[in-house]
């Protein structure tokens, strides 16, 4: 490479949860620079989340890192040419990567639910996800189910 590496930039907790990954997800939410449109669709996300909540035990936090942690993919495929041939190569996800695959996947999802308010949608898909059902959960087993299918061009790593 040219240039050196770019620092990675610290990030500030949110207000309200002081967790720099809702922070994180609230930056993948948001659209045209308005965060904090995107914190009160988390936030009421999350009341919706504590509200329809079965297992009182737990937080709202706790609930949607859980269905974050349900929806990280763990392998995914990467396009490799070798000799004028294409291969889809299944190679490991860096932690990084994973939990913005995760969240990526889930607001994907989330926007394409057919319900009133994002965070109706959002909160919806959020306790599917807990509960290891959802379309978000759905792509992680594709994903992993593309790359067990793919498992023999592994050698072509690179």
């Known amino acids: 490479m040219r240039k050196a590496k770019a620092q990675k930039r610290p990030l500030l907790p949110d207000p309200k949860f002081n967790d ?17 449109l995107a914190y009160t669709i988390f936030y009421d996300a999350m009341e919706r989340v504590k509200e329809r909540n079965e297992d009182k035990e737990k937080s709202e936090l706790e609930i ?6 349900n929806i990280m993919p763990h392998v995914e495929v990467r396009s490799r040419r ?9 190679m490991q996800i860096r932690p990084d990567r994973k939990i913005f695959m995760a ?22 898909e959020i306790l599917a996800a807990a509960k290891e059902e959802g379309a978000a959960v759905k792509k992680r087993v594709d994903t992993h189910k593309m790359a067990e299918s793919n498992k023999a061009f592994s050698h072509f790593r690179f």
């Open 82 to 90: 070798v000799g004028g041939a294409t291969f889809q190569i299944p």
């Open 20 to 36: 720099t990954l809702v922070t994180r997800f609230a930056n993948n939410l948001m659209r045209n620079g308005k965060k904090i």
């Open 64 to 69: 949607w890192k859980l269905a974050l942690s």
């Open 103 to 124: 969240m990526k996947w889930l607001i994907l999802y989330a926007r394409r639910r057919k319900e009133k308010s994002m965070a109706l949608k959002l909160a919806s």
